[in-house]
């Protein structure tokens, strides 16, 4: 398995602007993550899914956030309009079942907005 | 919520000395304890990780122990090498379909 994919692997775009990032968990894997880093915040777990349905988006900034999972091999998470504090590594990763198995990460978005 | 508080932020060893990274949660009924390594502009990876029902784990240089009553769980790496290097998170979580809360992250530089 190439494990979780994502992209793109890197993102500049302008305030304002929609971004979206998609994340393809690992074949079998019933739970998804995504996750934003920041040196000021660290690692903050943003939303949750568990057979492609949210479990837990207490983590999601603000309404501009939003994220999708239409099947068990695809999820997004969008931001519409973006802005410079959003600038961030965001991490999607996946697991067998739940938080209480290994979680495996993807290479990470970088995003920036200028 | 959990809170997971870890220390220190930084961690600076000479090389083949121990390192020890410790961290604290709030939750009674968290049950599992991960921990990840990121190295540089990479992502995590787990390096080990414990279960409620044992009060430690080893996996060559490294271990990890748990003390439950204290609610507190270490990382310990001995005979560092610099390919040890790295940021290290732990994490605790109640299991089921809880999230998994992260500590900020421990800095550790190991010194040729």
């Known amino acids: 398995d190439a494990g979780v994919i994502q992209s793109p692997r890197h993102e500049v775009t302008e305030m304002g602007q929609e971004v979206t990032l998609r994340c393809k968990p690992i074949?079998?894997?019933?739970?998804l993550f995504w996750y934003r880093q920041t040196m000021m915040r660290g690692l903050e777990l943003l939303i949750y899914?568990?057979?492609?349905?949210?479990?837990?988006d207490s983590g999601m900034p603000e309404d501009r956030f939003s994220a999708k999972m239409p099947n068990a091999s695809f999820s997004t998470l969008k931001i519409q309009p973006s802005e410079p504090r959003d600038s961030a590594v965001y991490f999607c990763?996946?697991?067998?079942?739940?938080?209480?198995?290994?979680?495996?990460f993807g290479q990470g978005t970088r995003l920036t907005v200028v | 919520g959990e809170n997971v508080e870890q220390h220190p932020s930084t961690l600076s060893v000479q090389e083949g000395d121990s390192a020890v990274i410790k961290c604290t949660y709030s939750d009674s009924a968290s049950n599992y304890f991960p921990w990840y390594k990121q190295e540089l502009g990479k992502r995590p990876q787990l390096i080990i990780d414990?279960?409620?029902?044992?009060g430690e784990k080893k996996d060559q240089r490294i271990a990890v122990t748990l003390n439950k009553t204290a609610k507190h769980f270490s990382l310990h790496i001995t005979e560092t090498q610099p390919e040890d290097s790295a940021v290290y998170f732990c994490?605790?979580?109640?299991?089921?379909?809880?999230?998994?809360?992260f500590g900020t992250g421990t800095k550790l530089q190991v010194i040729p």
């Open positions: 990763a996946s697991s067998k079942e739940g938080g209480t198995t290994e979680a495996f």
């Open positions: 074949s079998g894997h019933n739970s």
């Open positions: 994490a605790a979580t109640p299991g089921g379909y809880q999230k998994v809360t």
């Open positions: 414990i279960r409620s029902n044992v």
């Open positions: 899914f568990n057979n492609n349905v949210p479990i837990d």
